[in-house]
């Protein structure tokens, strides 16, 4: 009696092996994608939504290409599959190209480690592709199903090549607006301690930034600032020891990145003498830390 067991060609084998992998790869690479944009553009409740808005449709000819390749190499249809494996390939190693200098490049450990496993996942998708392209029977028209693919590719690597260059420096160009705004709210916090210990001779100064928020408190301040935290800042005021008379003389103001070289590269420290100090050190600023110039 022979044996009746069937067993698949190791091509076959070969072949779903390597297009399950690929299309895991299309999958990861597309989720990946997505998340950080989510996280880059909500994570820090902004007010200039529209902008964060524009970042997300910006993105959209960059991660459109993985669904689709996921959804072709989904198909029963070799062609089908031909198409959205020879799209990984081409798309996978210009990505490649693009994030795994921008992984050198940028400044911070999660945006550098974010690039650099991108990256790895692009190698994996593009050797998983062209394993699979390989095990696959070779009909006509694959050449020009790969060269049109590189056609496509070129259109989004162009896109690819400006997200490059505009993400890093749009990380850059907020942080620079949060210490900006983190200086401007150090000034008005200033301005408003100097009005309140007028209004108030007996107390002094506000021994807190609620005393100084709307209704109840002196209302000098934006309730952001009075709860402690604007833009991609936490502020925290100290009072000083009472004097003889019960008076609160003397106080600082501390603004320190809510996550430090991704909100904010420097710390600042202010005084009652109104001078503005800062660090680019991860710690609480001092009144020994320079002023600002």
């Known amino acids: 009696m022979t044996d009746s067991t069937v067993t698949a060609p190791k091509e076959d084998l070969d072949q779903l092996h390597w297009l399950g ?8 690479s ?12 909500f994570l820090d409740a902004r007010e200039n939504g529209i902008e964060n808005l524009r970042l997300t449709v910006w993105t959209i000819p960059l991660w459109l290409p993985y669904l689709w390749m996921y959804l072709q190499t989904k198909s029963k249809s070799t062609r089908r599959r031909k198409k959205g494996l020879a799209l990984a390939i081409a798309y996978g190693a210009a990505a490649l190209l693009i ?41 006509p028209g694959d050449a020009r199903i790969l060269i049109s693919r590189v056609a496509i590719t070129s259109a989004c690597f162009g896109v690819l090549c400006l ?3 505009y993400i890093p ?13 983190a200086i401007s709210a150090m000034r008005t916090i200033y301005t408003a301690q100097s009005i309140y210990a007028e209004r108030n ?14 209704a109840p408190g002196a209302n000098l301040i934006e309730r952001d600032i009075a709860n402690g935290r604007r833009f991609g800042y936490l502020f925290q005021l100290i009072a000083g020891p009472q004097d003889a008379s019960g008076r609160v003389a003397q106080y600082t103001v501390l603004a320190r990145p809510v996550t430090f070289r991704q909100t904010g590269n420097r710390s600042f420290f202010a005084d009652a003498s109104g001078t503005i100090r800062s660090t680019a050190e991860d710690r609480a600023p001092t009144n020994q830390d320079p002023p600002l110039e």
């Open 21 to 28: 992998m690929a299309r895991l790869a299309a999958l990861g």
């Open 30 to 41: 597309l989720f990946f994608f997505l998340v950080a944009v989510i996280v880059m553009a």
């Open 99 to 139: 994030t795994a200098p921008s992984a050198l490049e940028s400044t911070g450990l999660a945006l550098q480690g974010g690039f650099a496993l991108f990256a790895a996942l692009q190698l994996f998708l593009v050797v998983c592709a062209r394993k699979t392209y390989q095990a696959m029977e070779k009909e």
């Open 163 to 165: 997200a490059a260059v």
């Open 169 to 181: 420096n749009s990380y850059k160009a907020r942080i620079s607006a949060d210490e900006s705004a």
């Open 201 to 214: 001779p007996q107390k002094g100064f506000a021994a807190a930034l609620s005393e100084l928020g709307p």
